[in-house]
């Protein structure tokens, strides 16, 4: 397809987002949507995009509190929502739990848990973006992954055997339903990534294009080194994971939708008896149980 002008590509994007919108039913005009935004080109060209189709959106971030990193993503978010008059939430990982990342990632690490800062930052992000999305009684709480982005997705799953998670995924999200559970759309499914990234520079928007310092060597970043590669001999192998993805999906819709179960814990949306955060929760009390016991007996000596 010959490049086109920066107008008519506007268009053309916008057009593929309503399109995605009314083809998978995501929302209506008069449901209430949360964009989760990080201060990055997908998220914030979404949240952009929404308000100017005439969506009632607001934005809702997480400060994983990663220094110079996450403030200045949350300063060029605030710029873009205050030129659009678009209501931004922001929910600081320090005032939740009372400690940054990169303190909870080294107090697991301590107690013999190697997890990535990737793994920790993306249970605790939804953990919260759930627990707002329902505190604040949005409908729909709609999130910037691009077509690179399920395509690396999917790949994942299957590289792994994670059927479950691979049916989970799509437009819109799960296989089941929950009143607990603000159910998550994906408007950009079908835009790739050097789209989003073009929308964003001929909007020009505020935006830091740099990666996240914790997230250098993330598992996902081999995938994309290889999708990179690949792409250049196979330009459509993308569109052909998707393509796959939707099949299966559809074949599974004849199946009884079952409900979502409950964390004992904290009651959100879970498919084990403790979600992955209340696991984290749990970790880092028995962590600090430790402690205590050490002080304690040092005070009886």
Known sequence: MPRLSNSKFIKYFDKKVNNTIRKYKLFTRNDRIAVAVSGGKDSTVLLYILHKLGYQVEGIT????????????????????KKYKIKLHVVSFREEFGKSLCYIRD?????????????????LKRYLLNKYAKKLKYDYLATGHNLDDEAETMTMNLFRNDFKLARRQGPM???????????????LYFLKNSETRRYSGIMKFPINYGICPCSVKAYRREYRTFFKEFEEKHPDFKYNIIKFQEQMKNNLKKEKVG???????????????????????????????????????????
Do not use: W
């Not at 089941?176 to 998550?184: A, D, E, G, N």
């Not at 992955?276 to 430790?290: N, V």
């Open 107 to 123: 107090v697991l690490k301590e107690k013999g848990h190697n997890y990535s800062s990737c793994m920790i930052c993306g249970i």
């Open 62 to 81: 997480i400060d994983a509190k990663i220094g110079a990193y996450t403030n200045k993503n949350l300063e060029n978010l605030q710029t873009v929502c």
């Open 173 to 187: 999200t799960g296989s089941k339903r929950s009143k607990r559970f603000t159910q998550r759309v994906k408007p």
């Open 259 to 301: 409900k979502i179960p409950s964390c004992k814990s904290c009651k959100q949306p879970s498919s084990q008896d403790l979600c992955r955060a209340c696991q984290l929760f749990a970790l880092l009390d028995l962590e600090k149980d430790k402690k205590d016991k050490k002080i304690t007996k040092k005070d009886e000596k």
